[in-house]
């Protein structure tokens, strides 16, 4: 119960819409996505993304499949200038790719959002001004009048400044921010107006925008108002509706959801809810939501693992572990009755069936996850679990998706035994499975030396008994035993850590890697007193387990084959 017993907080009124049509409809058909991430989802970033992150995320926007990505708030910093001028002199932006820039309704900042878009071939320019009684009348100390006229000289202003750049095609998007909490009425008569001021000509539309800047109700008011501005809008034929949920209720993808049945067409957010306070609604369950009721997104996320590990390296926000259909142990059950049934589910799935395993909505495979961590030893069972274990008695910590991996293991162990493992069998275990994971490929010795600017390695090697020497070069050490050793794997992660203290510790090199063809990630191990040979072995171990996983039946001749 909280503190005060009374309540300082009123409820937000309904709508006056008896008539809605909304809970009678389905969706059938994805919105416009907008992807914010680079915009709304930096700002709210302790650190927000340098220019190397934000080119690294918004080429992995473009892959995901979205066609309008907000990029920057270009007058809020010259940071966010210069990327957007970065993108367009860089020819960074795909022919069917439109960029959207955000700006107050304030001249000056139009006036430097609109020089940040010189050259560009289409572009969205995203005007906003808050219109709820609160601001108007706390914050700004405005009239209603007032502040419609102050949207819509904003835009007349936009419209003069496009007509100076002939060469690029300028799209309107404007948002009465804080629409949630705005008489509904005045929203439209705003709107309305921000329209005729543009004149969209026969052909063209205007995107109008409808946030939820803060939620300040249930999702089903949020859907009555946008079907009220739905049924009410002025040149609805010339409109994109558009909505932009946040998540300060945790109801931001239900929100989305049923604004999409309230006549919706268009849906902004990030990958993964980023955004100020509680963020904003998250694309990716909203995506795959859709997924799982037979309706494709548009949106590309059949490598699930590769877009969390780039939000998280670009955000430096971990996604966490229980994130729906994206979280490391979403796939895995500890529950026994939960294990059960998703075997037997496992095993009357036909392949041409439609898709229905107990407890998995969705089919990991679909994901680009691998079924090995379905069902697994819980980490928490025995004397301390698994990774406890193995940290208490060795030193050793796992990344977490490589404890999901190697309890595969360790169930094949306990399902031989049928007995209890100590620490010691563990330990055992992870160095048959890892450290000495030895086929094709049986690491010797390695020498390093400079190439130019760059590092080159030679590895010394046994393949089918036969000496073999790899030869590459990279940006380092790791990287150049990937280039030696020629097989076409992906570093994902790399991690070194101590295995003890003083000078004679070893080192475990520990490296995640993915392959085109393998579902989801595999990881191998190294360990040395000598951090590189540690990280040199790490590679060997997990080119050669990823090939076991591939299915390899040439792998040797294959390897042999590399070797100079």
């Known amino acids: 119960m909280l503190k005060n017993p009374n309540t300082k907080y009123s409820a937000f009124p309904p709508v006056a819409l008896a008539d809605r049509q909304w ?5 059938t058909h994805p919105p416009i996505w907008m992807s914010t991430d680079l915009r709304d989802g930096n700002q709210a970033l302790f650190e927000p993304m340098n220019a190397a992150r934000k080119l690294q995320m918004f080429r992995k926007l473009v892959a995901i499949g979205f066609k309008e990505i907000e990029v920057a708030f270009p007058s809020a910093s010259q940071t966010d200038f210069d990327f957007v001028r970065q993108l367009i002199e860089n020819g960074e932006i795909p022919d069917d790719v439109t960029i959207e820039v955000l700006s107050q309704a304030r001249e000056h900042l139009i006036r430097r959002t609109m020089e940040s878009v010189r050259g560009a071939r289409r572009v969205i320019v995203h005007i906003y001004n808050a219109t709820s009684p609160v601001f108007r009348e706390t914050v700004f100390g405005m009239s209603r009048d007032e502040v419609r006229q102050l949207a ?22 404007y948002s009465p921010e804080t629409f949630t909490a705005t008489e509904l009425d005045f929203a439209r008569e705003v709107c309305d107006a921000v329209v005729a001021a543009w004149d969209p000509q026969p052909g063209e539309k205007v995107i109008l925008n409808l946030p939820a800047t803060v939620e300040v109700a249930m999702p089903n008011v949020y859907a009555d108002q946008v079907e009220w501005m739905h049924r009410h809008l002025a040149r609805r034929e010339q409109i994109v509706l558009s909505v932009h949920p946040h998540n300060d209720r945790g109801t931001a993808v239900a929100a989305a959801e049923l604004a999409m049945l309230a006549g919706a067409d268009r849906v902004e957010g990030c990958l993964f809810g980023n955004g100020e306070r509680t963020g904003n ?29 780039i939000s998280e390296e670009c955000t430096q926000l971990p996604v966490h572990p229980r994130h729906p259909y994206v979280g490391d142990l979403v796939f895995t059950a500890f529950s026994g009755s939960h294990q059960d049934a998703i075997k037997k589910g496992f095993e009357r799935q036909r392949p041409d069936a439609p898709w229905a395993v107990p407890y998995m909505p969705v089919d990991p495979a679909d994901l680009g996850r691998s079924y090995d961590s379905v069902i697994r ?14 940290q208490a008695h060795y030193g050793l910590v796992m990344p977490r998706r490589m404890q999901v991996e190697f309890s595969a293991a360790v169930q094949r162990l306990t399902d031989r ?42 590895i010394e090697a046994e393949v089918g008994g036969q000496p073999v020497v790899f030869t590459g070069e990279g940006n380092g050490p790791v990287e150049a035993a990937v280039a030696a050793l020629g097989v076409p794997i992906r570093v994902q992660g790399f991690e070194e850590r101590s295995m003890g203290e ?12 993915a392959m085109d063809g393998v579902a989801g990630s595999c990881f191998g191990a190294g360990m040395h007193r000598n951090t590189v040979t540690a990280s040199v072995r790490a590679i060997v171990s997990a080119a050669n387990r990823i090939r076991v996983r591939r299915g390899d039946t040439a792998a040797a001749t294959e390897a042999a084959d590399c070797a100079t």
């Open 23 to 27: 809970p009678s409809r389905q969706i």
């Open 152 to 173: 819509v000289d904003s835009v007349m202003l936009v419209k003069q400044l496009a007509a100076e750049q002939p060469g690029t095609e300028f799209v309107l998007q």
């Open 417 to 458: 035994s049928g007995q209890e493992v100590d620490a010691h069998q563990l330990w055992t275990l992870f160095g048959e499975e890892y450290f000495e994971a030895d086929a094709p490929v049986r690491y010797v010795a390695h020498h390093l030396f400079e190439a130019g600017s760059r590092q080159g390695i030679r």
């Open 502 to 513: 003083g000078a004679d510790a070893a080192a475990v090199a520990i490296v995640e890697v």
């Open 377 to 390: 030893v819980n980490s928490q069972s025995g004397k301390g679990g698994v990774a406890h274990l193995l």
């Open 281 to 309: 609604v998250d694309v990716v369950t909203l995506a795959l939501n859709m997924y799982t009721q037979g309706i494709h997104p548009g949106l590309d996320f059949s490598d699930i693992n590769s877009v969390a590990r």
